[in-house]
């Protein structure tokens, strides 16, 4: 079944404490995104990835690092969470830029 | 810049009646759209796209929509909802110089089917 995998799918942490999100796919797709959706504002870019080591910023990339070493993986990691951070996050994939989003479960973090 | 404005935020609606949900854009170029929709604790599932071609556009749980260029709109539409249809629903718009698979995403519309 082609699906993007995201975990974990519930986080709490405190300021500070350095986390990482893990997102993997199995279609072989070219184009992985994450995104964060928070109430009154839809979803909104934080990094893409292009293919294996080319990543760059979407529009909200702050406190935020990626990583593309393999096709099938793009791990987000947050090295110092702060509570304007607590969101709810999704990973998606794609063949290529014009093609629709395949979208995981999502992971909802809360930084207190 | 793109945008995307979906014009309510929540639209409840009895069931087996007929439900619109608005949808507008900017851009100067050539745009995608797209409608997904959210259930609860879930991901987003794509409903219908538009990318060129017919304006009328056909997607899945008999939901359509309609790319009307001159008034920059792409209107989501049912004419018989069902419980099930409740979800969230998120307009969203790319174009040609898309990088990265990015897509910008209207503020959503919380569709409630009562009974």
């Known amino acids: 079944e082609a699906q993007v995998t995201q975990n974990p799918r519930y986080l709490i942490t405190v300021t500070g404490k350095k986390l990482t999100v893990t997102c993997s796919q199995n279609?072989?797709?070219?184009?992985m995104s994450w995104y964060r959706q928070d109430p009154g504002l839809g979803l909104r870019q934080i990094y893409y990835?292009?293919?294996?080591?080319?990543?760059d910023k979407g529009d909200v990339p702050e406190g935020y690092k990626v990583s593309r070493k393999e096709k099938r993986n793009f791990p987000l990691i947050l090295e110092s969470p702060s509570p304007n951070q607590t969101s709810l996050y999704f990973c998606?994939?794609?063949?290529?830029?014009?093609?629709?989003?395949?979208f995981g479960n999502g992971t909802r973090l809360t930084v207190t | 810049a793109q945008s995307v404005t979906q014009l309510d935020s929540q639209v409840p609606v009895f069931e087996e009646a007929p439900v619109e949900l608005r949808c507008n854009y900017s851009?100067?170029?050539?745009?995608?759209l797209f409608w997904y929709v959210q259930y609860p604790n879930q991901g987003l599932q794509l409903l219908l796209k538009?990318?060129?071609?017919?304006?009328l556009v056909k997607g899945i749980n008999g939901f359509e929509a309609e790319f009307n260029k001159s008034q920059t709109s792409f209107h989501l539409r049912k004419p018989s909802v069902h419980i099930s249809d409740t979800a969230e629903y998120f307009c969203?718009?790319?174009?040609?110089?898309?990088?990265?698979?990015?897509?910008?995403f209207g503020q959503g519309t919380e569709l409630s089917v009562k009974p």
């Open positions: 998606a994939s794609s063949i290529d830029r014009v093609v629709p989003l395949h």
């Open positions: 279609m072989n797709h070219e184009y």
């Open positions: 990835s292009m293919n294996v080591e080319v990543t």
């Open positions: 851009s100067s170029v050539s745009v995608y």
């Open positions: 538009y990318l060129s071609g017919s304006t």
């Open positions: 969203a718009v790319s174009d040609e110089r898309n990088q990265g698979g990015k897509l910008i």
